[in-house]
């Protein structure tokens, strides 16, 4: 099994910035893909940013210029830079990953959520 735990989230200042990491850990695995999502409340869970296994990105309008995704693979670990953070921003932030997991049984596809971590930005 793999596990994803999120750390980073907390209370900012607008114009503030936090860096968000996802870790992973349990079993051997091979990367497909990355994503970030955040849920506010009231509203849908929407993806903010994504990443694949060719580093080719991807983000939701209203961070674009604001917020990196990227990842450390010796360190198992993807991040999500958040700067010039607002007020709208607030949500919990969820990091998934598709993964390739490699077992005694052979390959199998997952796809594994963090636990969530609270973004709030206010003055």
């Known amino acids: 099994q793999v596990q994803l735990v999120e750390s980073g989230g907390g209370f900012v200042q607008p114009g503030g910035s936090l860096r968000l990491s996802c870790a992973a850990s349990?079993?051997?695995?091979?990367?497909?893909?990355m994503g970030w999502y955040r849920q506010a409340p009231g509203k849908e869970r929407e993806l903010v940013a994504t990443?694949?296994?060719?580093?080719?990105?991807n983000y939701t309008d209203s961070v674009k210029g604001r917020f990196t995704i990227s990842r450390d693979n010796s360190k198992n670990t993807g991040f999500l830079q958040m700067n010039s953070l607002k007020p709208e921003d607030t949500a919990v932030y969820y990091c998934?990953?598709?993964?390739?997991?490699?077992?005694?049984?052979?390959?199998?596809?997952?796809?594994?959520w963090g636990q969530g971590t609270v973004v709030a930005v206010f003055s």
């Open positions: 998934n990953v598709n993964l390739t997991h490699l077992t005694g049984a052979g390959l199998r596809s997952l796809e594994v």
């Open positions: 349990g079993s051997i695995f091979i990367f497909n893909a």
């Open positions: 990443s694949t296994s060719g580093d080719i990105t």
